[in-house]
């Protein structure tokens, strides 16, 4: 999870570090965990909040975290396209 986000924090031109993205994604994770639908709104505001403090715009953290959600809803539906093909 750290190295996609971090990926997509390149592909979107951000300025993160790599050392950042391992201390503040696995807090993002946790976060998610509250309560709520699907961590919806709790893990992009966690993306905001954490990653300003790396040196991020609001803009680009927000950016990030929807692109996290983007990637995790594809890998789920590919997923359940190979569970419904099997």
């Known amino acids: 999870g750290v190295l ?14 790599f050392a950042d993205c391992i201390v503040l994604v696995p807090l993002v994770f946790v ?17 905001v909040v954490l990653f300003m403090s790396a040196g991020l715009t609001q803009e680009q953290a927000l950016s990030l975290g929807v692109a996290n959600l983007g990637m995790s809803l594809v890998q789920a539906l590919v997923g359940g396209v190979v569970y419904v093909a099997r």
């Open 4 to 17: 996609s986000i971090w990926l997509a924090g390149v592909a979107l031109g951000c300025d993160l570090r």
């Open 31 to 47: 976060a998610s965990l509250a309560p709520s639908i699907g961590g919806l709104g709790v893990r992009e505001g966690a993306f």
